[in-house]
């Protein structure tokens, strides 16, 4: 008997038809190493036992090999297919499954399983939910909360359908740091992030900082996808005019000749420059680097971030004294 094996979906079938764009050689600057070691098997498997999904592999993510040598994983809630179709992005697309309702107690567990300090916790775009999924990010905060009581826990979030209600269900569950990615620059943002808008993204940090200024703030962009060095400094302003604490930058990378060209790598002396303005422009924290990503070495960042926000707070009782 021949066995007719079914066509997998395809991953993108928004993408399928467009021509394939020129894949640019990396720089030597960004190569990484196949990840190989006894630490990435474990932390594969622990996901794949407690059938759990981590934006590290969905994304395709460079940095696997180092970070799961080391069990940082990021944990993907809400399925693994995105309803929106970022032209950067290699999560897949589509129709997605209902919410599982146990997700949450899977998380926690797997949490504990792996000894987290520090989680990062990231989701799909569900603009099929009500709520765009905010009620969800809530429930695993809290079941993580309980299971691990002394994890401080990262979320890195959509931008909940863009509801009002969204930041203060955040906000009340009280998440350790609340990242949302601005991704790009605001004139790029109808070819990079179309279902998206940027003043909305900026809003959603600053009312999250708003309900509960305790709550670090985080976000992000990609370089290299055609922005200017000014309109950078200026996303810069936008969010410390936001009250955003934490600024990350990193190179864009294709994930596939489906996905938008990288219009150019830079230097790593260029992201020197970045980090060095953005410091100027008074974040608390900032990592850039070409690879840099949301999550990469949050653990050891959090920790930065809360001892850059105790100097702060003595500098300002000094000079009040
Ligand atoms: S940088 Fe973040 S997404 Fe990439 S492998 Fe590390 S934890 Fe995962």
Sequence with gaps: ?????????????????????????????????????????????????????????????PNIGECWAQKHATFMIMGETCTRACAFCNVATGKP????????????????????????????????????????????????????????????????????GAAATIATARPDVFNHNLETVPRLYASVRPGARYFTSLHLLASVKEHDPSIFTKSGIMVGLGETREEVLQVMDDLRAADVDFLTVGQYLQPTPKHLSVDRFLPPEEFQGLEAAARAKGFLMVSASPLTRSSYHAGDDFARLRTAREAQLARALLAQA
């Excluded at 997998?8 to 038809?17: F, V």
């Excluded at 600057?29 to 592999?57: D, F, H, Q």
């Design 97 to 164: 499954q209902a919410l599982d309702a146990l997700e949450p107690f899977r998380v926690a567990q797997a949490i504990a399983k792996l000894g987290l300090a520090h989680v990062v916790i990231t989701s799909v775009d569900r603009d099929d939910l009500d709520d765009g999924g905010a009620g969800h990010f809530a429930r695993v905060i809290a079941e993580t909360r309980r299971v691990n009581p002394v994890t401080t826990i990262e979320i890195l979030t959509p931008d909940f359908k863009q509801r009002a």
């Design 1 to 61: 008997m021949t066995l007719i094996e079914e066509p997998k979906p395809l991953r993108h079938p928004e993408k399928a038809h467009r021509p394939d764009n020129e894949v640019k050689r990396k720089p030597d600057w960004i190569r990484v190493k196949a990840p190989t070691s006894a630490g990435y098997a474990e932390t594969r498997e622990l996901m794949r036992g407690l059938n759990l999904k981590t934006v590290c592999e969905e994304a395709s993510c």
